[in-house]
């Protein structure tokens, strides 16, 4: 069994990190949580909290999984066995009736139980996540808390206060009609002893799930370090890094003398570089416009012949490399998907009244920012870099490799949007898209949200996302019901590029 579990995590491993790097979901789901599968849950558990480098806490929080998932199952069961009794489990009286039997019937006949719960459709879901700098993890099952359950847990919560060893709440804390009704309390003083509380604790109800949430910080000096490393990388870069080829390109058609403006518009619509150099210019006629469209409008010929000469000095020439190229294609692909879904879902949906399509198109090419910046550092950017990683002592290697492969790009691109002045919806936008920070202002969710779905369809078609990992209600805002037709509108919109 174990030789099956480390194959499959050897296979997962990539799926993980990619996961944590993008602040994605991963989300696991079963009927019945036999042995194996239970295993398996802890060993992603724990690599999880490795990729996140907060491994001192594996034991810990693999106690209080190995709790919830028992409890989250459990739940299932009750639901099932009240079915079979033909008790109302909402009704208080018929609810205490059945728990008396509950414990010993379904523990005697367990196999019957689990497959009656199989048949209903019951899951547990784990889903566990990296939202900036703190960590979630989440246990879902499909069975709604009654009112009853409710209080009890309350009651759980309101008197673990008073309890300071397992010991002393074994002793006392007996509850016969939930089983041991232990798991609550045991789970919170397990979080006290890593320094964690009951506000790090929250069970509650959503949509048709009951959720279980335990809330982590982020390992505190290695995300210190890599936001103020991202602060001091994004001030370094005055010059903006151009593709020597994409930057030849241009300068070709600039030397002509009469501009093919139309030719220009498509080459600044394929080079995040070419396309940040001319919003640079443009911003200073209007600070509130993004767009290729809107800033060629704004810029006179001999303007373009400047920006794009080798004798601007804020162009900072680099050569390809496999890994770049890979970016600018993944920008070109998703600044298209914005701009369809935008050009698509524009009327059906509340927007701001600075976005339009070309606005979404360049949000989308900014959206890669700050991994091009990351991956495009001078050999004194990145030398500096790792002196300022090398003061944190045992934690610098931790720094650097999340510095140059985590979250940072996030960091990155919010302080260099703000440094280069893009509008406060555009930087809000571009730094929001899969973290949702806070209340979404109602007139920019539409454009996060469109950003969010280009971003996601391009990862789906990269095969670094799977469509599980997609936010369901925004696929139902959408009117996408399933993966088929996800896949079939990422399909439309590649053949309708091709075609341009």
Request: one cysteine or more; hydrophobic letters at 40%.
């Amino acid at each position: 069994m174990m030789n099956e579990i480390e194959e499959r995590l050897e296979v997962d491993r990539e799926k993980i990190k990619n996961a944590i790097r993008l602040q994605m979901p991963i989300e696991i789901t079963s009927y019945t949580i036999p042995r194996n599968m239970e295993v398996y849950i802890q060993r992603v558990l724990e690599l999880f909290l490795t990729e996140c480098h907060q491994e001192h806490l594996k034991d810990a929080l693999s106690f209080c999984l190995g709790e919830l998932l028992t409890n989250a199952k459990k739940a299932n069961t009750k639901r099932v066995y009240f079915e079979e009794k033909g008790l109302d489990i909402d009704n208080p009286e018929q609810y205490e009736e059945g728990m008396k039997g509950f414990r010993e019937e379904t523990f005697d006949n367990i196999n019957y139980y689990l497959e009656l719960q199989r048949k209903a459709g019951l899951y547990v879901k784990i889903v566990l996540q990296l939202k900036e700098d703190k960590i979630f993890i989440e246990i879902r099952n499909n069975s709604l808390l009654t009112e009853s359950e409710k209080l009890r847990i309350q009651d759980k919560l309101d008197s673990v206060q008073q309890y300071k060893s397992m010991d002393e709440v074994i002793g006392t804390v007996l509850d016969q009609t939930e089983g041991a009704g232990l798991g609550i309390i045991i789970v919170i003083l397990m979080l006290q002893k890593v320094g964690l509380s009951k506000e790090n604790y929250q069970v509650f109800t959503e949509d048709d799930e009951t959720i279980t949430r335990i809330i982590l910080p982020g390992n505190e000096n290695i995300f210190a370090a890599v936001e103020i490393m991202s602060y001091e990388l994004s001030y370094m870069v005055d010059q903006i890094p151009v593709v020597r080829k994409h930057f030849e390109l241009i300068n070709a058609l600039i030397t002509s003398s009469e501009l093919d403006r139309k030719a220009i518009k498509q080459v600044l619509r394929e080079d995040v570089g070419l396309s940040l150099l001319a919003q640079k210019y443009a911003l200073e006629k209007d600070k509130n416009q993004v767009g290729v469209k809107k800033t060629l409008a704004l810029l006179s010929d001999d303007e373009l012949r400047y920006i794009y000469s080798d004798s601007n000095p804020t162009i900072r020439l680099v050569d390809d490399t496999p890994l770049l190229e890979n970016m600018v294609f993944h920008a070109q692909r998703t600044a298209y998907f914005a701009y369809n879904l935008f050009k698509n879902y524009a009327e059906k949906m509340n927007k701001a009244e600075e976005l339009d399509a070309d606005a979404m198109y360049s949000m989308g090419l900014f959206n890669t920012l700050g991994f091009i910046l990351i991956e495009t550092q001078t050999p004194e950017q990145r030398q500096y870099m790792e002196e300022l990683s090398q003061q944190y002592e045992e934690d610098w290697q931790k720094i650097m490799d999340v510095f140059n492969f985590g979250n940072t790009s996030n960091y990155i691109k919010r302080i260099y949007a703000k440094k280069f002045q893009l509008p406060a919806y555009a930087t809000y936008i571009i730094s929001c898209w899969n973290t949702r920070r806070g209340k979404l202002p109602e007139h920019l969710s539409f454009g996060v949200d469109t950003l969010y779905m280009a971003e996601m369809m391009q990862f789906y078609d990269e095969k670094i996302a799977d469509f599980y990992q997609v936010d369901k209600k925004l696929l139902s805002k959408y009117g996408i019901a399933d993966e088929k037709q996800f896949k079939s509108m990422i399909t439309q919109m590649k053949t309708s590029l091709d075609n341009d």
